[in-house]
């Protein structure tokens, strides 16, 4: 998504963006803070931020049928077993806790869950990222795909992350503007910034890559749609509901 900015390939109207690389957790901890004037953050974050950020209408990742999965090595019962998360903030802990209720869980770094898995150092795992299309090379076995339970109880896409910005941002519609725009040539020049994500990620091949930035940057990243809003929607009103 930021592709195209760095390789000025947009029109940045006048505004400088300096990119600052951070895990979800983290920028969600941030987003507390309103350290950053804009963010991507778990759609799950966003009701604890509210106050000082607005969503944007890009930006998001929706897993439509597919999501964060819970994996382990054996056949177990995951509302008997310590599940590793990837943070209490993250839409993956949230909506474990709408399909399971309050399961015991432990945090890790979303990046150091799998080896954690596969050590036996923990009974089950909660994967995000790229850890959902490669846990079957390392051994393990999925119980639980958020995204399809949550396609079942609502038949709607799964909002994962979501880009913000600070209500109190000058020229917030010029920021949006260039994002969105940013994100559209990304999409059109798929090989090119393709390449240049490649140069953030965790060692993963090309294919894997690629089929994992087809499930999270599409159409609905572009604009949330009428779907996209409604999801958006149901994930907040359970969240309050469950609350």
Known sequence: MFWALDAGRVDTRGLE??????DIQTLNEWALEGRLEV?????????????????????????????????????VDLREVEIVIPGRLTTA??????????????????DRILDEVCSGRA?????????QLTYADAGLRKLL???????DETGLPLPLGVNVARRDLDRFDDVSAVLGE??????????????????FGRGIDRATADRFVAMYV????????????????????????YA
Do not use: K
Request: charged share 30%.
């Open 17 to 22: 963006f300096e990119q600052v690389v951070s």
């Open 39 to 75: 963010t991507a953050i778990s759609a799950g974050a966003y009701p604890h931020v509210a106050d000082r950020y607005a969503l944007l209408p890009h930006g998001a990742s929706m897993g439509d049928g597919y999501g964060p999965v819970v994996v382990a090595r054996d056949e």
């Open 93 to 110: 802990y949230l909506v474990l806790r709408l399909a399971l209720g309050e399961p015991r869980v432990r945090e890790l770094p979303f």
């Open 123 to 131: 009974e089950a795992g909660l994967l995000i990222h790229e850890g």
């Open 145 to 151: 795909d958020l995204g399809t339970w949550w396609r």
């Open 182 to 199: 940013a994100i559209r040539v990304g999409l059109e020049n798929r090989d090119e910034a393709l390449e240049y994500a490649e140069g």
């Open 218 to 241: 599409n159409e609905l990243t572009t604009d949330y749609g009428e779907r996209g809003r409604r999801a958006v929607d149901e994930l907040f009103r359970r969240a309050a509901a």
